[in-house]
């Protein structure tokens, strides 16, 4: 395992609104060293939703800050609950916190970088941005947002990397076009990339198309993005005729775990495959919102990460571990 969960108590210090739906947290916690994070470093948070404890997982906005963490958090209505209680907090409020940890690695000795967000991906990319500037990388950063106003972070990110900023408004007609970006690129960049599911399949076609080596494209994505709605669905367990109702705000490690069937997990962000359980059964659609998975392996469905995939229907996993008969 990857990550040693050392949880800690931390104070809400202030809240500042991005954009309508992007707000700012800055979390100090009680013990604060001030230690530098690596980049693309994340923290969970302990949220209460519906009454129970819960965990999410937010990504660290820029290098390390000798007033605590930042994090930001869009209010997503298609949510499952974690933002609504993000944005309920007042400073001042107590929470739980990990420590940073990151899954990111970036090769330093590249001479060209390129990043990527998509909306609240920006999260993790501002800190990237900062260190490459820091240390005079050549570096360009392409940003989508569907207008300027949802651009968060947009003066200090333009301060930063002026020309080398490159904002794809939609409403002004600058879609992002990955196959020219990547198509453009010199041979040896290293991307880093984050963003929501759609956008990451297509970031990654156009960058197999451009016939570049896989391993230098680097990404991220949130596990609330997939591509199909966030509901409801059936998880039934291989040989017991044990079906469990996943809802909308829950993942089903949680689900599976309450029940008592143990199944492991690391990262819970859909990065490092622990959670995987095997699908022997689909009757309905599998929606894999990890980024462990190819796009293959996610068209065979023949695994599934428990801790951020979704589904539409009933599937039937096999958990391998079994609970415990009283
Ligand atoms: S715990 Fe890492 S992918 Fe699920």
Redesign the pocket.
């Given at each position: 395992m990857r990550f040693i969960e050392t949880w800690t108590s931390a104070t809400l210090q202030a809240v500042r609104d991005l954009t309508p739906t992007i707000r700012e947290f800055l979390l100090r916690p009680d013990h604060f060293t001030g230690a530098p994070y690596p980049i693309g470093s994340h923290i969970d948070v302990g949220v209460t939703i519906d009454g129970q404890p819960q965990t999410r997982s937010y990504s660290m906005v820029g290098e390390v800050d000798p007033q605590g963490y930042r994090i930001a958090v869009r209010r997503a209505p298609d949510s499952r609950g974690g933002s609504r209680y993000m944005w309920s907090l007042a400073p001042g409020a107590r929470l739980n916190i990990t420590q940073p940890a990151s899954l990111v690695q970036l090769d330093w000795t590249r001479r060209q970088f390129c990043l990527i967000a998509g909306g609240v991906g920006i999260t993790p990319i501002v800190g990237a941005a900062q260190a490459l500037a820091r240390r005079d990388a050549r570096v360009v950063l392409h940003y989508a947002v569907r207008t300027r106003s949802d651009a968060a972070y947009l003066d200090m990110l333009e301060g930063l990397l002026g020309e080398r900023l490159i904002v794809h408004a939609g409403d002004e007609g600058r879609r992002l076009d990955l196959e020219r970006v990547f198509g453009g690129l010199p041979q040896d960049t290293m991307t880093l990339f984050c963003g929501p599911m759609r956008m990451l399949d297509a970031a990654r076609r156009a960058w197999e198309a451009s016939g570049r080596a896989m391993t230098d494209l680097r990404y991220e994505t949130f596990g609330s993005s997939g591509l199909l709605p966030t509901e409801a669905f059936r998880v039934r367990l291989r040989g017991e005729g044990t079906e469990f109702v996943i809802p909308h705000d829950r993942s089903m490690?949680e689900v599976l775990n309450d029940a008592g069937h143990e199944v492991m997990?690391?990262?819970?962000?859909?990065?490092?495959?622990?959670?995987?359980l095997d699908v022997v059964g689909v009757d309905g659609e599998i929606d894999h919102r990890?980024v462990?998975f190819s796009e293959h392996q996610k068209r065979e469905s023949r695994k599934i990460?428990?801790?951020?995939s979704r589904a539409r229907g009933t599937i039937t996993v096999d958990t391998l571990h079994r609970a415990d008969v009283l």
């Open positions: 490690l997990s690391d990262c819970r962000r859909g990065e490092c495959g622990v959670c995987a990890d462990f990460c428990a801790c951020v």
